[in-house]
């Protein structure tokens, strides 16, 4: 199972004009190629008097599903480009269609790469990448004692301080890491002198703004 993994943060759409053809970019997160090809013929049913309608994307932990559809353009210059910049990006679990409104002025086959490529460079920098990381959620029991010490530790570490419980004693919940998970029981026990209890609970996905 993958720890991290890069898509996109949702839907978006970005549009670009070049040489009079308007490129309009269709941006979503899919996690199965049946969600993927829902998003598709939505896009086309929307746009279906646009001149092309091309989509590509990449699904699954090992990018095991990966489609390019030309939709009527040249072989191999509308697709694969958009699947060539989820690649590149590193992208999973993500479908994007450009629709193509033709103004007139062909481009050739150098051309339609080129603005299927940058339609979709731009559309996923608006609609704004994620990095997807596995975390471990774990339970601090502690006595209010310490409470300060730990709040003002836990905040200069990268561990993520998610919860706070005034009960008889505090509950800490903290989100780490999967690769720190040792490194962050024997934390707890150094900062704590060994006084502090500390529970492993649930693993979930947190996702972080990325720059990619």
Known sequence: ML???YTVKGYGEHEI???KSRFIAYIERAETEEEAQEFIQKIKKENWNATHNCSAYMIGENDQIQ??????EPSGTAGVPILEVLK???LKDTVVVITRYYGGIKLGAGGLIRAYG???SEGLTVTGIVERKLMQSFTIELEYTLLGKFENAIRSTAFL????QYLDIVKIQVLVSVEAMDIFT???TEISNGKANVYAQEQVFIEFESTS
Not at 67 to 72: C, F, H, P, S, T
Not at 161 to 164: I, S
């Open 3 to 5: 720890t991290s993994y």
């Open 17 to 19: 004009e070049i040489q």
């Open 67 to 72: 489609k390019a559809n030309d939709d009527g």
């Open 88 to 90: 590149k990006k590193q």
């Open 118 to 120: 940058k339609a979709t």
């Open 161 to 164: 301080l998610k919860n706070l």
């Open 186 to 188: 024997d934390w707890v």
